[in-house]
């Protein structure tokens, strides 16, 4: 079977690989996948119908790069330079890809958080091509007959979310498809998945907001989400509908609201290999950066006492990293667990308080509170932090500003070096800037951050601020998990994907809590390695050629797979 239904990537003679398109003319300038714009070759021209279509000058692909990077530069608004951005991506992938890669530090913000939160809020104002795949209540008893009309064959990563809880800006409706081609795009720019082997997917169960409902614009189906059986009878059937169409694929669940999250993770993860991004590489990310900030103030992860501010997908995952890291230190499960403390909107978690049931196995014991001091029913978060003498802070409430000055003084009241992560995305949503935690503990916490944030200048020193955020997680989880052809992604993954993350931050940034983010293109293959590695352990990876492989043939058998954004020569198919 092709790649594709309109080409197909063979070897020649030499075993160099080139395109063989089914479709030739005008139709070959306007396919992403396919077209080279003006840099299709004259002898490509000539045998693909092009001549006198393109202007006579060939561009090389780094003449193509210098036009459009000019063009971009003089766009003032975020906004505007996504928009543009993700019109390339519509016309001329490679270059798009080309283009990213060369200038990933100042273009993730621009295609990924925090812009891409205005996107998901402007989806039906901004919409020019279709992307993805769109299973919604129209179509969902004919998902099968939809999806066959994918022209894509080979497809290995699929992003799925039913946005009910976008970043920390909640129910988006159909916008929530901006998310999934965003986390895609990372996926090919810095996890080597070649574009044609991805499928973002919006499942468009509808949505509870009224301006959405009410906006004559608004592209999604117009009535409150499905809920209940219903519900998940329809991601049954868009799920069943996957393996049957992909059965070698996988599927990131994101930005699925708390309940569901769980409910979803739970039910499929060993029906088809999935993970839930925001629960899963949330939890690795912030167990990364935590264990970071222990090796830099010469303390053990064991030692410490966290508070994690917000019981949601992020937080509980976040938890539940935080817990195992300390089991790996020779902490039992209880000790652990008395060192994780997890406050919903509600205040802390207490055993015998009312509560959702993914919440429960992180409620403190009630007797912890014995001798504490707190005003209302629960206690809050500055209330939490000075009973139980916390050291680590982490934010992943989308509570914007809920990280206040007296909060991170008394972080500062219980050790000299403080960890405070406000995880929350976009901007707006961070429990606080970095720039004003830095000056309230004065200058002595640890921090990083959900969304980018510039480095901070404080008493003649720079201080940069770590992104803590699941892109330094989910392309290299998802790309090992493929490439291992692993059934199912374990636990033991997701763990092995954060100490992967820790050991390569301590072995080549060792000054800092995450590699900057113009690296993700040497940490995603590096935590793909691992994560392939830890499934052959587990005997969950299928894939005949990486058994027994050691860990430097794995990496090679990563790097070798890495997809590269260049134009491949093309050859007209043979007329048969
Ligand atoms: N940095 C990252 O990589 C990353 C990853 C995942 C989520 N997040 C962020 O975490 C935030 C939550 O996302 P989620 O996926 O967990 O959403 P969710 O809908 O699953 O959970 C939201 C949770 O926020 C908490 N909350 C709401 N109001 C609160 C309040 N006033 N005080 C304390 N807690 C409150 C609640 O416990 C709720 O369960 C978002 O802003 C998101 O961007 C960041
Ligand atoms: O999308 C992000 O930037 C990270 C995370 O998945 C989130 O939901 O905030
Ligand atoms: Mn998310």
New binding site residues.
């Given amino acids: 079977m092709p790649v594709s239904r309109y080409y197909d990537v063979k070897r020649d003679e030499k075993g160099e690989r080139y395109l063989e398109p089914y479709v030739t003319g005008f139709l070959l300038l306007r396919l992403p996948l396919l077209n080279k714009g003006t840099a299709f070759t004259e002898e490509e021209r000539r045998a693909l119908g092009l001549e006198g279509l393109l202007p006579p000058h060939v561009n090389t692909l780094e003449e193509q790069k210098e036009r459009v990077y000019r063009r971009y530069r003089l766009i003032a608004s975020p906004l505007e330079k996504h928009i543009y951005l993700r019109h390339l991506q519509d016309r001329n992938e490679v270059l798009f890809y080309a283009l990213l890669v060369d200038h990933l530090e100042e273009m993730l913000p621009i295609l990924y958080t925090p812009t891409v939160g205005e996107a998901v809020r402007e989806f039906s104002h901004i919409y020019r091509y279709p992307r993805g795949f769109t299973a919604s209540t129209r179509n969902i008893d004919r998902v099968e007959e939809a999806l066959a009309n994918v022209p894509l064959e080979e497809v290995r990563l699929i992003v799925a979310t039913d946005s009910s809880?976008i970043?920390?800006i909640g129910d988006q409706g159909y916008g929530g498809m901006a998310i999934a081609i965003g986390k895609l795009t990372l996926y090919t720019a810095v996890g080597g998945v070649g574009p044609d082997k991805t499928l973002p997917v919006e499942l468009d169960v509808g949505t509870d907001r009224e301006d959405l409902l009410n906006d004559p614009l608004y592209l999604g189906v117009r009535h409150k989400r499905l809920r209940g059986e219903a519900y998940y009878q329809f991601l049954d059937r868009f799920v069943e509908a996957v393996r049957k169409r992909y059965p070698k694929a996988l599927i990131q669940w994101e930005?699925f609201?708390?309940e569901a999250?769980f409910a979803v993770l739970e039910r499929y993860r060993k029906v088809v290999p999935s993970f839930n991004?925001?629960i899963q590489?949330?939890g690795a990310?912030a167990l990364a950066g935590v264990l970071s900030a222990c090796r830099l103030k010469g303390e053990r992860l064991s030692e410490q006492v966290v508070v994690v501010?917000?019981?949601?997908?992020?937080?509980i995952g976040v938890a539940w990293a935080l817990v195992e890291g300390m089991k790996r230190e020779g902490l039992s499960e209880e000790e652990a667990k008395a060192r994780v403390l997890v406050?919903?909107?509600r205040g802390l978690l207490v055993e015998g308080r009312n509560m959702e049931a993914y919440k429960r196995p992180f409620a403190q014991r009630r007797e912890r509170l014995r001798d504490w001091r707190f005003s209302g029913e629960y206690p809050n978060?500055l209330e939490t932090i000075q009973n139980a003498r916390a050291t680590v802070l982490l934010g992943?409430?989308?509570?914007g500003g809920?990280f206040t000055e007296p909060v991170a003084r008394a972080m500062l009241e219980n050790t000299p070096r403080p960890v405070i992560f406000p995880?929350?995305?976009?901007t707006s949503?961070s429990e606080a800037l970095p720039d004003d935690l830095i000056y309230w503990t004065e200058g002595r916490a640890l921090v990083a951050a959900?969304s980018p944030f510039p480095p901070v200048g404080y008493k003649g020193r720079t201080i940069p601020v770590g992104q803590?955020?699941?892109?330094f997680i989910f392309p290299g989880l998802g790309l090992g998990a493929v490439l291992a052809r692993a059934r199912e992604v374990t636990d033991g993954m997701v763990l092995e994907a954060a100490y992967a993350l820790y050991d390569l931050t301590q072995e080549r940034f060792p000054d800092l809590l995450y590699p900057p983010v113009r690296h993700l293109r040497e940490v995603s293959p590096y935590v793909a390695a691992r994560v392939m590695k830890k499934a052959l352990e587990e005997g969950v990876a299928e894939e005949e050629r990486i058994q027994g492989l050691s860990f430097p043939e794995l990496y090679a058998f990563v790097r070798s797979r890495f997809w590269e954004p260049r134009y491949l020569p093309y050859r007209p198919a043979p007329v048969i």
Avoid: E, F, M
Avoid at 396 to 399: D, M
Avoid at 423 to 426: G, M, R, T, V
């Fill in positions: 809880a970043l920390g930005d609201a708390k999250a991004d925001d590489g949330t990310v501010y917000g019981a949601g997908a992020g937080g406050l919903d909107s978060l992943l409430s989308g509570q809920s995880l929350s995305n976009p949503a959900g803590g955020n699941n892109a």
